[in-house]
């Protein structure tokens, strides 16, 4: 794996500007790697990692760039949680790490740049050198992945029987004898002009 300056140096490329969650993102990720034992998560070990992330802010740009996971690959996974964590996987060993950032690292971070008065560059910057314990808290977790979930070809599709469309991957609803799309299911997230 490269350097943490490197990965750093390319996530904020990707997510456009460099900013705290960015460095959150990268340790975070290389913590992760670490503890599930992922040495090469963009080559020889991609097929074994799968991430899920608790958060859609800066930080998962950080995770995605760093693990080379991504939605359309369907080895990251959103859990809409809102908190900064994200929970690494070995597929092969079973093995998972949820890592969260501690929010006292907040206030930690002026003992390690107090004369950084702006608080989101002194966060920026303490964040790089702050030791992993001050930083995250590391939970040892078990993970069940539905196979519906897991990455590779889709499991399953199956038409609507209102509108027409294919649902992939377990995600129909069926109703009254009748395969529908969350949609048609009354779970739209949008309305139809």
């Known amino acids: 794996m490269d350097s943490f300056e490197k990965l750093l140096e390319i996530s904020t490329r990707i997510h456009g500007h460099i900013c705290a969650g960015q460095v959150i993102g990268v ?3 290389m913590l992760g790697l670490e503890r599930i034992g992922i040495d090469d998560p ?3 070990d991609r097929k074994k990692l799968y991430v899920l992330v608790e958060i859609d802010r800066c930080a998962t740009d950080a995770i995605q760039s760093v693990t080379g996971c991504s939605l359309g690959k369907r080895s990251l996974r959103w859990m809409d949680f809102g908190i900064m964590a994200a929970t690494f996987v070995n597929l092969e060993t079973g093995r998972a790490v949820r890592i969260t950032a501690r929010e006292e690292s907040r206030e930690l971070s002026k003992k390690y740049c107090p004369e950084i008065g702006d608080k989101y560059r002194r966060q920026l910057e303490a964040y790089r050198v702050m030791p ?3 930083l995250f808290t590391v939970q040892e977790v078990a993970v069940e992945i539905a196979d519906c979930d897991l990455p590779g070809p889709p499991k399953r599709r199956v ?3 209102r509108c027409g469309d294919w649902v ?3 995600r129909e609803v069926e109703e ?3 395969i529908l799309c969350r949609a048609c299911a009354g ?3 949008y309305r139809v002009l």
């Open 27 to 29: 340790r975070m990720s």
């Open 42 to 44: 963009k080559g020889r």
């Open 132 to 134: 992993e314990d001050e």
């Open 159 to 161: 038409q609507c029987c």
């Open 168 to 170: 992939q991957d377990c």
């Open 176 to 178: 009254n004898g009748e």
């Open 187 to 189: 779970r739209r997230y």
